[in-house]
């Protein structure tokens, strides 16, 4: 034998499973096949590492697999209406304006001259924020007012 | 331990149904990894809850990625980074190590457990302490990678390209992951190793 059992012991902490179990051609494994007492303690590391890999394979989800599918799948669904709002949305937001401005320049829904809120002047916003920030700002009659819209 | 290579069988057929929209085809994809993405989630966060929410991820990742996965490498390892990136992000979200010391020593023993046995077995109570090792006394890349060679089959070639990750670097982790477990797992039969001088 050309390694103590010290030095096996020691290296048998670190050693590929094929070392342990004497498979190999190294120092270490020619010593593990011909030493009773360190092909012992490497029997003992083997199996100890075969529970614990049993033990883990029990730890197995809690969640059922048809039910992750369904919750990955309402997530994905969220995940794209969201984008659809966030495409749209500016869009929807010129519209209300443009509504807005109809029903103002209707009779019945004129303001009173007290309240001379500035209408916006041109649709397209001077101002888009990007996709998500839902902001825009629309120029109006009043060189000194913008209006600013959060939706 | 399992064998990884099976696992990718027929994967390339599947991927493509999915891709060209077939549910069934994704439905099977995620079956067949189901437990294995878990499993990866485990051995990555060291917390069951933690694991079952990195899963779920996945999931959700692998639906939007799927497009950008191009074959040069095998699906599971492919998978794996996935998997790992979503481990990554949760990892930011929470200090989990808090939550960990008191849940992992329940969990896993409440799972473990089985009452029939309790008395009688004394093994149980050795992997008990042998699974608490291995989530709180390894590191989180200790960990994995042992988990990933010595428990699941895959060679230190494989996982270093799983990780990305020299495979000297990948030895080191491993040779103290195996360090730490081996102790533990003599600490509980110290007759074995009497008359070994220290």
Known sequence: ?151 | MSEPTRIDDNVPALIRGALAGDETAFDDLVRRYYEQIYRWALARTGDRDDAEDVTQETLVRLHRHLPSFDGRSRFSTWLYQVTRSAAADLHRKRTRRDRLALKVEQESAAVLHDPRQDQEDADYSRTSDLVQTFMQKLSDRQREIFDLVDLQGFSTVEVSAMLRMEPVTVRSHLFRARKAIRKKILDNYPELVEGYGH
Request: proline share 5%; glycine share 6%.
């Open chain 1, 1 to 151: 034998m050309a390694i103590d059992c010290n030095a096996a012991l020691e290296r048998l902490l670190e050693a590929n499973p094929g070392e342990l179990a004497g498979r190999d051609d190294s120092e270490l494994a020619v010593h593990v096949r011909e030493c009773g007492r360190c092909q012992a303690v490497a029997a003992r590391l083997l199996a100890g590492q075969e529970q614990l890999a049993g033990a883990l394979s029990e730890l197995r989800p809690r969640t059922d697999v048809g039910e992750a599918l369904s919750d990955a799948r309402a997530r994905r669904h969220k995940a794209l209406k969201w984008q659809r709002v966030s495409r749209w949305g500016p869009v929807a937001a010129a519209a209300v304006v443009a509504v807005v401005m109809v029903l103002q320049s209707l009779p019945a829904a004129r303001m009173i001259e007290s309240e001379n809120v500035p209408t916006p002047a041109r649709l397209e916003p001077l101002v888009e924020a990007a996709a998500g920030q839902n902001v825009l700002v629309f120029e109006t009659s009043d060189q000194s007012a913008k209006v600013i819209w959060f939706y």
